[in-house]
């Protein structure tokens, strides 16, 4: 990926339609070698653009799912304890337990349950993996704070086996649904750029990619409704993803023209919420309709 239209064009072909903006901050990651930080909504598409950035360089994705109490150990590695008290209880019964020679049997690297950061840090054949942090948000201050360290440094000590540095940094994504704020100290370690809801333009341009079976009055009546919804009281808005999963049942139930009844049918495609799908219910998913209909017919 040499310019920014490289960069775009690359993406594109995975199915990724991203604005320049984005194409540009994915660049200059690339480039610098800087870890990238994406906030935004949930169904955005941050999980997404590190998949389709591993898909167009030809590298292993690595995903990290954060999680509520993840802690160091979890995220970098385990010991296979069913399988070291296998190799005990073997030792144990052929009489050849020697406890230097089976500690240190025990923790090398046969008994080493390696986890996503430590997989990151391993030299590849196709080059420097992605790793994707995803929903950092998710996880507390001292994870970010052994975070900080792994990505400054871009290596992992193990006290049994020693330090373990990354022959090359990997690609590194980290994402948030800013349920929280993360520390400035991290955020100054990445390049940053905020994935907004896209416009209409471009989430057409995205259904048409990632659904292309769709006939285009169907898409840009989906896409206007979920537009319309975007701008409605609703607890949790629809994102792209929501746009696309709505796209394809739609599809399944071979419709080929948007009407209130089958938006009261298939709902739950799009809105994840009883109170959001009882505000549509009735005579608000046929006003949200007639007004796409109008625009439609007026563009």
């Not at 997404?48 to 799912?65: C, D, M, P, S, V």
Request: proline content about 5%.
């Amino acid at each position: 990926m040499q310019t920014i239209d490289d960069v775009i064009a690359r993406l594109g072909q995975q199915g990724y339609v991203c604005g320049r903006a984005l194409g540009t901050v994915v660049f200059l990651a690339l480039k610098l070698g800087k870890p990238l930080f994406l906030e935004g909504e949930a169904g955005t598409g941050k999980t997404e653009i590190a998949k389709a950035i591993a898909a167009a360089l030809g590298r292993r994705l690595i995903r990290l799912q954060c999680y509520e109490g993840l802690d160091a150990a979890s995220a970098v590695y385990e010991w296979n304890f069913a399988a070291q008290m296998v190799a005990i209880r073997a030792a144990e019964a052929e009489h050849t337990a020697d406890k230097e020679v089976l500690k240190e049997e025990l923790f090398s690297a046969d008994y080493l349950i390696e986890r996503p950061l430590l997989q990151a840090m391993r030299p590849d054949p196709a080059g420097p993996p992605v790793l994707l942090i995803d929903e950092l948000d998710r996880t507390d201050e001292p994870f970010e704070a052994f975070l900080l360290e792994a990505l400054s440094d871009f290596q992992v000590t193990i006290p049994e086996l020693g330090t373990i540095r990354a022959p090359e940094p990997p690609i590194v994504i980290l994402t948030s649904n800013r349920t929280r704020e993360v520390h400035d100290a991290l955020k100054r370690r990445c390049l940053y750029h905020w994935v907004d809801y896209p416009d209409i333009d471009r989430e057409m341009a995205i259904l048409q990619a990632r659904v292309p079976e769709a006939a285009e009055q169907l898409s840009r009546q989906v896409v206007g409704f979920v537009q319309r919804l975007r701008t409605e009281d609703l607890f949790k808005r629809p994102g792209v993803a929501e746009t696309i999963d709505w796209a394809k049942c739609l599809l399944a139930l071979d419709v080929i023209d948007l009407s209130p009844e089958v938006i009261a049918d298939t709902l739950g495609a799009i809105l994840k919420y009883q109170d959001d799908i009882q505000k549509l219910e009735g005579s608000e998913a046929k006003r949200i309709l007639d007004e796409v209909r109008a625009e439609t017919a007026a563009g």
